[in-house]
């Protein structure tokens, strides 16, 4: 398994997950983010080497540190550059509750304000989507959702890395017929979708400008699956906060307790203590 070259964090085969630089080095995200740069458009990477990026880093911490920007963060600007260039097609439903503001080829659509989000099917939210996978001719070429080891975002601007590192061992057919990414959503009654990434049903040469536009369309949406689970799995990761509060609540009530007379300061004290966990 590769490692960061500035940070050693592990870096798995099949993640969308680093940068490649001059010299063939990789870092992750997070080093590139230090260094100031958004690793998903940042394109000076393959002119840069290691050296270079540890004094960008060590420059930028000396100077002022600069909020590390979120995924999300990321995602909107991202997608923000891109916006003037996309129309939101036809199929998006909008309403009162899904505004899409985020559309990517008339094929998947994000109300980031919202967290929703809409391939073909319904409209879902962001923690409907349990995992994604891309297909090429029916097999699987990456994957990721909750709980996967794959970490996503995007590597633009090296496109077929991810078809490279995930294929690295199998030898590639010239040709591509199908592109393909299966969602797996929490929906009983429809639990898969695809998002057609060939919907022409032409067969093309690896090689070919037509291939390499689909997979750099393809990749971008597997980015913003990816994101989507994160984000939603970082809400999920919230009720920190509301153990908190029932302590606060709890405490509350046995203070109305004590002042009423019904229990002593000394149980009242036992008690608090116990829900503060001192
Ligand atoms: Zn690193």
Redesign the pocket.
């Known amino acids: 398994m590769p490692s ?1 070259a ?2 050693g ?1 592990n870096l798995p085969m099949l993640g969308i997950n680093k940068v490649r630089l001059k010299g063939g080095d990789v ?2 995200f ?2 590139v983010k230090k260094a100031g740069h958004n690793p998903m458009t940042w394109t000076k990477n393959l002119s840069t080497t290691v050296d270079m990026l540890q004094a960008e880093i060590a420059g930028i911490n000396k100077a002022e540190p600069e909020k590390q920007k979120s995924d999300i963060d990321i995602m909107k600007e991202t997608f923000d550059k891109r916006r003037s260039s996309l129309g939101l097609g036809a199929k998006a439903r909008v309403s009162d509750t899904f505004r899409p503001d985020k559309s990517f080829y008339k094929r998947f659509y994000i109300d980031t304000i919202h967290k929703k989000w809409q391939a073909l099917g319904p409209v879902h939210n962001y923690s409907d989507l349990v995992s994604y996978e891309y297909q090429e001719d029916g097999g699987t070429v990456v994957s990721g959702g909750v709980g996967s080891a794959v970490i996503g975002g995007a590597l633009f601007g090296s496109i077929g890395a991810v078809v490279g590192a995930a294929t690295g061992k199998k030898k590639l057919s010239d040709y591509v017929n199908s592109m393909k990414i299966r969602l797996t959503v929490k929906d009983m009654n429809n639990p898969t979708e695809y998002i057609d990434m060939n919907p022409v049903r032409i067969r093309m040469k690896r090689s070919s400008g037509q291939y390499r536009k689909n997979l750099e369309e393809t990749q971008e949406i597997l980015s913003c699956l990816e994101l989507i689970i994160r984000e939603s799995q970082k809400s999920q990761r919230a009720p920190e906060n509301s153990k908190t509060t029932d302590a606060a609540d709890e405490i509350l009530k046995y203070k109305k307790l004590l002042d009423a007379g019904a229990i002593t300061q000394e149980e009242y004290q036992a008690k608090k203590k116990q829900l503060l966990n001192l």
């Open positions: 960061c500035i940070c964090k870092v992750c997070d080093c």
